[in-house]
């Protein structure tokens, strides 16, 4: 598989495969000014302190608040990049051979921490777009695990979210099982159609630790992201973020506490909205004749990704080698399942091209199932 995405590199394929940011819609200027403005004291190139830029983690905070999920700024700590919030998350709460409960598909690289923290992953099922609530209480019940780790709203890799009534599930099961959840939300402001959802956070305060990052709203590059979370768990976690790296940049984090402070923050992240709503829309219109007749793939509301399902007796893996016979790649689905995985399922990336390019690398695709393709 490693061999087969190193070939999607190559500067002729349309690839569906990355999930990146479009970098043409980064604020450059705006990121620039923030630099610049800061760059006039000395204090930004200091150490500064682990929990993060005071004035970034208040602005975090009032985000939360405004959003209907009251938050101090005591509450964030700022890391580099959601990532790291993972992996600080795995240091301070797992031991070796506790057990952790995962969506199945999941995200990867949450995978990988979690296992390298010596957990036992166990994931819990979808049925058709919805996760198996009552599976998600039974193995709560078998094996009391330290986290449930879920991305509640547009996951990777299916573009899935959990409605309000399954969240308010989740939480319910949380507290009654007595364990914590981790809602992971790179993608929550990435919505392009529907109505927004509450966090986790706010039907489980003392249960659920919400993980944010500035990659998907404003560049990837930047490494910001935050934890919010209740005092129980703050000295750990901080603790383990010195051990880590002292502190996330404190440039990085000046710049961009002064870039959402500037205001032009939500205009450049009203044209990204703008840019991927057009960009799922052509890739949903140009679906149906890309995947073989009797395929599935939903259709979200927001985020980079669309999940397909090839029919039955295929397989995503075979299928990518053929297609990059043509030019075209995409992510294979079986590589996101912690256990047995599904090989009929594939994951595509809406965001990186243009509507014409998304619709040319489309039919490659669909000229790539003929026979010998
Ligand atoms: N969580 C999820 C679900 C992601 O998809 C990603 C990035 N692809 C991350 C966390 C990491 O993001 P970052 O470290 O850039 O904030």
Same mark, same amino acid.
């Given at each position: 598989m490693r061999d087969l995405l190193a070939l999607t590199? +190559?500067?002729?394929v349309i690839s569906f495969a990355g999930g990146l940011p479009a970098p043409e819609l980064f604020d450059l200027e705006g990121i620039r000014a923030a630099f610049d403005a800061v760059l006039t004291s000395p204090a930004v190139l200091q150490y500064s302190t682990s929990e993060g830029n005071p004035v970034l983690r208040e602005e975090v905070a009032r985000r939360y608040s405004a959003d209907g999920l009251p938050t101090a700024a005591a509450d964030v700590l700022i890391t580099t990049g959601s990532q790291q919030g993972l992996g600080l998350l795995a240091t301070a709460l797992v031991d070796p051979g506790d057990t952790v409960l995962v969506e199945e598909p999941c995200y990867l690289a949450a995978l990988q921490t979690f296992a390298l923290a010596g957990a036992r992953v166990i994931g819990v099922p979808y049925a058709e777009d919805e996760l198996q609530l009552d599976e998600l209480d039974r193995l709560a019940a078998a094996h009391a695990p330290k986290f449930f780790y879920t991305v509640p709203t547009f996951q990777n890799p299916t573009g899935r979210t959990h409605g309000l009534e399954a969240r308010r599930r989740i939480a319910e099961i949380a507290e009654r099982r007595g364990f914590r959840v981790i809602e992971d939300e790179? &993608? +929550?402001?990435? +919505? &392009? !159609?529907g109505e927004a959802l509450p966090s986790l956070a706010a039907s489980a305060p003392d249960h659920v630790i919400s993980l944010g990052s500035f990659s998907k709203v404003i560049a990837p590059g930047l490494r910001i992201g935050w934890i919010r979370m209740s005092a129980d768990v703050r000295p750990s976690v901080t603790i383990a973020k010195q051990a880590a =790296?002292?502190? %996330?940049s404190t440039i990085d984090q000046a710049a961009a506490a002064h870039y959402l402070l500037s205001g032009r923050g939500e205009p450049a992240l009203a044209r990204i909205r703008e840019a991927y709503r057009e960009r799922r829309d052509a890739m949903l219109a140009a679906l149906p004749a890309a995947l073989p007749q009797d395929s599935t793939w939903n259709r979200p509301e927001g985020g980079m990704f669309v999940w397909a399902r090839l029919p039955q007796g295929m397989d995503a893996s075979a299928a990518l080698g053929r297609a990059l016979r043509h030019d075209v790649a995409f992510v294979p689905?079986? !590589? *996101? *399942? !912690?256990? %047995?995985? =599904?090989? +009929?399922t594939l994951r595509l990336s809406f %965001?990186? &091209?243009s509507p014409a390019r998304i619709e040319e690398g489309l039919s490659r695709l669909g000229a790539s199932w003929g026979a010998g393709g």
């Open positions: 590199e +190559r500067p002729e790179p &993608y +929550r402001q990435l +919505r &392009y !159609s =790296d002292l502190h %996330t689905g079986a !590589s *996101f *399942f !912690s256990g %047995t995985p =599904d090989v +009929r %965001t990186t &091209y």
